[in-house]
């Protein structure tokens, strides 16, 4: 089941010059994710439970790109005075449905639902060969 609410469109990147790491196209592809991630926010002031949001939904993002989107391609992680941005790039051309999970107990369908519920905002860009999925967090 899709919920109304549809994720947002990113109009233009939030700026140039995002840390970008290579994705392996295989299962292993979210844990190389988060220890670049939590490598770059090492660096970075950012309260505790932020950072652990930001890694969350990277995983949940990746975790989708490697299950989803035929193959991750890349990650990103964008930096502004605002607000930090995680995008993931795929070869696939689903679109990403926010849905509701089978039943709280079901082990499925909840990663979307997570990057929602982490984010201030999410949404999706069509990419060259594929998509980016991103999510928004506010500094």
Known sequence: ???SQMP???A???APDPLRVVLPAD???PAVARRRIQAALASIDLPGTLRDDVL???SELV???VEHGERPERLELMLTTEELVVSVF???AKIPELQAPASPAAARSRGLQLVHALSIRWGY???EGGKCVWAAFAL
């Open 12 to 14: 233009t990147a939030p």
């Open 125 to 127: 860009n069509p990419a």
């Open 27 to 29: 299962v292993t592809a």
């Open 56 to 58: 969350l939904a990277t």
């Open 8 to 10: 947002a469109r990113r």
């Open 90 to 92: 795929d070869r696939g």
């Open 1 to 3: 089941m899709t919920t």
């Open 63 to 65: 975790t989708n790109a």
